[in-house]
């Protein structure tokens, strides 16, 4: 059984920074796809970052790039995203996602995840 556990986010002000982690089990990590979702009402899902744990390979889209970092420990367990410079319009539910992949498949930006998180709160004020 895969489980995801997160933790971190909360309220910050424009220009904070933030840090969500997300400790997986269960699941076979030199196949590993993992990545952050984030929903906010009234829009879609949207993929913020992703990253292969076979070979950390990552992938982030234009609209958080430069501002976010996705990284993995050295035991492979857990995947972290540091969030700098938050905007308001980063406000969302953030969640938590994993799938066994294969490289191209993981950083294509099309994944659909087969495991989710609780999901995690991310506020930011103006």
């Known amino acids: 059984q895969v489980i995801l556990q997160e933790s971190g986010g909360g309220s910050v002000q424009d220009g904070g920074s933030l840090r969500l982690s997300c400790h997986a089990s269960g699941i076979d990590y030199s196949t590993a796809c993992m990545g952050w979702f984030r929903q906010a009402p009234g829009k879609d899902r949207e993929e913020v970052a992703t990253?292969?744990?076979?070979?950390?390979?990552?992938y982030l889209p234009r609209s958080v790039k430069g501002r976010f970092t996705i990284t993995q420990d050295n035991a492979l367990t857990t995947m972290s995203l540091q969030m700098d410079n938050l905007k308001p319009q980063d406000t969302a539910m953030y969640y938590c996602?994993?799938?066994?992949?294969?490289?191209?498949?993981?950083?294509?930006?099309?994944?659909?995840?087969?495991?989710w998180g609780q999901g995690t709160q991310v506020s930011v004020s103006s």
């Open positions: 996602a994993a799938q066994s992949l294969d490289h191209y498949e993981c950083i294509s930006a099309t994944w659909l995840p087969e495991y």
């Open positions: 990253i292969y744990l076979g070979d950390g390979s990552t």
